[in-house]
Structure formats: structure tokens, C-alpha cells
């Protein structure tokens, strides 16, 4: 467990409570509660994180995990997880860290602080550190001194977000903050409250904006397609036309296999057909690079240049190799910008 911290972004209120203005919960917490995401607490009507240090995950992942496949391919990227979550999706993979109340239970854990997670990285041969495996933002006092120090040792930064943050938040990391992988879930208030107890996604689709035109962040979308519930032509034409004209038409786009899980076990996995129709309403909105994940050994991993069509990056599992890149980001046969970070 960690020392307490006080908490970034917050004002007190009428009563002895505190408002986080964090993310757009809004929480309104009262003395000896605490906040939605269940590691932002009231204590003596000051707002704490629990979580400051407080990793329960850490790997050294390929960073087409994340997935990046734009950024920096073929690199390590120490991967940093805590628990707690602004959301709560019916069919979250990593359940047992985002969707745990931390203030309640007895979790296990490592503390890490940010100068040791920079040994660490540079240790592991790492070249970015990524917080990832729940929700990041929540974590933004230990996140936000990670990455300033890891800029300084020269490592890039990533967060693997569910882009459920207020902008202030995201300007408190934005100077020091190199990648934005973010869900965009879906494309209706009615998916968004279902799937991940949220009443309005409007604020995910303003974070990523801001990370991308403030901060000139990298921007990858990813939206795991599930069946019968964001599988419409409607949303997924929705979301590519979105990041089309919000975030350019070099953006790249995940659309990924759902696998049955927790709330929806009695769903079936995704149709790989519907993936590839997915994939071709992102062609025919404008976007340059859609690919298809969680399907081992489908081409639709791989990076082709959208103008001459040639192979780029090819990907198997998560064995990258780069072969037609020249300057890290040019099609060596026609000269195209990709538009690679890194
Ligand atoms: S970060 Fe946590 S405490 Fe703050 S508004 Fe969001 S859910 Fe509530
Ligand atoms: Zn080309």
C-alpha cells in the first residue's frame, strides 16, 4: 500500500465534501468516501489517490500489444497497471483490476515509484513506458511524474485509454504525454450506457480531439466489435467518418475480435466476415490504415500502403518486421508518407 497523495483536480464543496473534476463522473465525494472509480478519496475533506506507486501489472510488452502500429514498431514497452476504472464494461478483459474497489479490498500489489519504473524500463531494454491494463487517467499524479521523468531519460510515453477524461487532466500530461491509444467504444449513447455504464461518450470523442490538435499526440482508435450490440453499419460508419474528420485520415483504426465474456459469455465471438465489413466501411469513409485484430494470422494485421498497396510492416502474432520503410516512415516504393511515429 501506498502513502497517501493529494489528488490533482479537485475543489471542496458545501459539507466537508470534495468534487473531483478528474473525469466527467463529476463525483461528489463525502468525507470518508470515495469517488466512482473506487481510488480517489475524501479524507478530512481533502481528495487522495490510493493508487500513487501502486502497480498490480507490469510486463514488458511488444507495442503492437497496446496495439500501436503506427509508433515506434518492433519496440518494448514497459507496461504499468494499477486498479480501478472510471467505466464498467460488461466485457472487460482485465475485470478483476479495473472493475476491484480498491479503498475496500486487500489487493495485491508492488510499489513502484516513477524513478524506479524509469530503472526499471532502462533495465528491460524498454523504450517507452505505457500505463495501460486500466483505466490511466485515474492514475494521472503517478502517470503524470512517470512520464515527465521518462521524457528527460528519453523514453516515450503511452497511455491505453478509454478517453473518459476532462481536458484539464489531460493538459496537466499533454506536454510530456507521446501516445494516445484510445477505445472508441461505439457511436451511440445507448451502446456507451449499456456496454460501459457511461450516460454520455460525447467527452471521450472531445479528449481524443484535444489530445490529437492541442497535444499533437499519436492517436490510434480501437473499437472491439461485438455482436449485435456496435456491429451496425450506423455506428461503425459513424466512427470512421468521425475520425476521418476530427483526427485525419491517417488515423489508424483496430477493429477487433470480441471474445465472449463476463456479462456477455453467452454471446458468439465475432464473424470474421463482420471485421472485414468493418474494415471496408473504414476504407470507404476515407481511412488509409483499418486493421483487423484478436484473428491470429489474418492479413489484416499487416501495414499496406494505401497508395501504392505495397507491404509495409508485416505482423504475425506480435513478431513485427519492417519491410517496406524507408526513413522509418516512407513507402520505399512510391515515397508516401505513412505517417509512422518513431
Ligand atoms: S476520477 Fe474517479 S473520483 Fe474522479 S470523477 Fe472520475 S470516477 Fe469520480
Ligand atoms: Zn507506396
Known amino acids: 500500500m501506498s502513502e497517501l497523495k493529494e489528488a490533482l483536480l479537485y475543489e471542496k464543496i458545501d459539507g466537508g465534501k470534495v468534487h473531483c473534476l478528474l473525469c466527467p463522473r463529476d463525483c461528489r465525494i463525502a468525507e470518508g468516501g470515495a469517488g466512482y472509480c473506487g481510488v480517489r478519496v475524501n479524507q478530512g475533506g481533502k481528495l487522495f489517490t490510493l493508487i500513487y506507486g501502486v502497480v498490480s501489472s507490469i510486463a514488458n510488452d511488444p507495442i503492437e500489444k497496446k496495439p500501436l502500429f503506427h509508433f515506434y514498431p518492433g519496440t518494448k514497452v514497459l ?37 524506479q519504473l524509469i530503472e526499471i524500463a532502462k533495465k528491460e531494454g524498454s523504450s517507452g513506458i505505457a500505463w495501460t491494463y486500466n483505466e490511466p487517467s485515474i492514475w494521472l499524479e503517478y502517470s503524470l511524474d ?81 455482436p449485435t450490440m456496435n456491429d451496425d453499419e450506423a455506428q461503425l460508419r459513424g466512427i470512421a467518418k468521425w475520425m476521418v474528420k476530427e483526427l485525419g485520415p491517417g488515423t489508424p483504426w483496430h477493429v477487433t475480435r470480441f471474445i465472449p465474456y463476463l456479462e456477455y459469455a453467452d454471446l458468439y465471438p465475432t464473424p470474421v466476415e463482420t471485421l472485414e465489413r468493418a474494415q471496408m466501411i473504414g476504407y470507404e469513409e476515407g481511412l488509409r490504415y483499418v486493421y483487423i485484430g484478436n484473428v491470429p494470422g489474418h492479413k489484416g494485421e499487416n501495414t499496406y500502403c494505401h497508395n501504392c498497396k505495397k507491404l509495409l510492416i508485416e505482423r504475425i502474432g506480435f513478431k ?23
Open 320 to 342: 513485427t518486421e519492417v519491410v517496406g520503410l524507408r526513413d522509418r516512415t516512407f513507402c520505399s516504393n512510391c515515397g508516401e508518407d505513412i505517417g509512422i511515429r518513431g
Open 146 to 226: 512517470g512520464a515527465k521523468l521518462a521524457k528527460a531519460a528519453g523514453l516515450y510515453t503511452v497511455w491505453v485509454t478509454n478517453g473518459y477524461v476532462n481536458l484539464p487532466a489531460l493538459d496537466e500530461i499533454g506536454p510530456y504525454l507521446d501516445a494516445f491509444r484510445v477505445d472508441i467504444k461505439g457511436f451511440t449513447n445507448e451502446f456507451y450506457k449499456k456496454l460501459a455504464k457511461v450516460p454520455d461518450y460525447d467527452p471521450v470523442l472531445k479528449a481524443t480531439i484535444h489530445a490529437k490538435k492541442r497535444w499533437n499526440m499519436h492517436v490510434e482508435c480501437i473499437t472491439n466489435i461485438i
Open 79 to 115: 507496461s504499468v497497471g494499477t486498479y480501478g476504472c472510471n467505466m464498467r464494461c460488461g466485457h472487460c478483459q482485465n475485470w478483476q483490476i479495473a472493475h476491484a474497489v480498491y479503498a475496500k479490498q486487500n489487493l495485491p500489489s508492488e510499489l513502484i515509484l516513477p524513478e
